[in-house]
Nanobody, 115 residues
Framework: QVQLVESGGGLVQPGGSLRLSCAAS????????MGWYRQAPGKQRELVAR???????NYVDSVKGRFTISRDNAKNTVYLQMNSLKPEDTAVYYC?????????WGQGTLVTVSS
């Protein structure tokens, strides 16, 4: 069973940067598709970025050019580098792993963008 632990959230001013990390347990990380989702207060959870086991990447339009997803299979870790943060990026960010018909979520990390 894969378990995910996120870190890196916090309070940042508009225009600032944060890097989120998601460490996965288990030995199958290299074959897992990984993603970052977020859920703002009163809104539905939405996909922010995904990176497949083969390295294919996609982003939601609102973060293109500002966020970068990457993975380090040797460290069983996926990252989300967030630059030029805006107040509307404020949300709980969740790491997600998918392989076959299985799916696992992390506990979430809060990102607050405010002056």
């Amino acid at each position: 069973q894969v378990q995910l632990v996120e870190s890196g959230g916090g309070l940042v001013q508009p225009g600032g940067s944060l890097r989120l990390s998601c460490a996965a347990s288990g030995s199958i990380f290299s074959i897992i598709d990984m993603g970052w989702y977020r859920q703002a207060p009163g809104k539905q959870r939405e996909l922010v970025a995904r990176i497949s086991s083969g390295g294919s990447i996609n982003y939601v339009d609102s973060v293109k050019g500002r966020f970068t997803i990457s993975r380090d299979n040797a460290k069983n870790t996926v990252y989300l580098q967030m630059n030029s943060l805006k107040p509307e990026d404020t949300a709980v960010y969740y790491c997600n792993a998918q392989w076959g018909s299985l799916e696992v979520w992390g506990q979430g990390t809060l990102v607050t963008v405010s002056s």
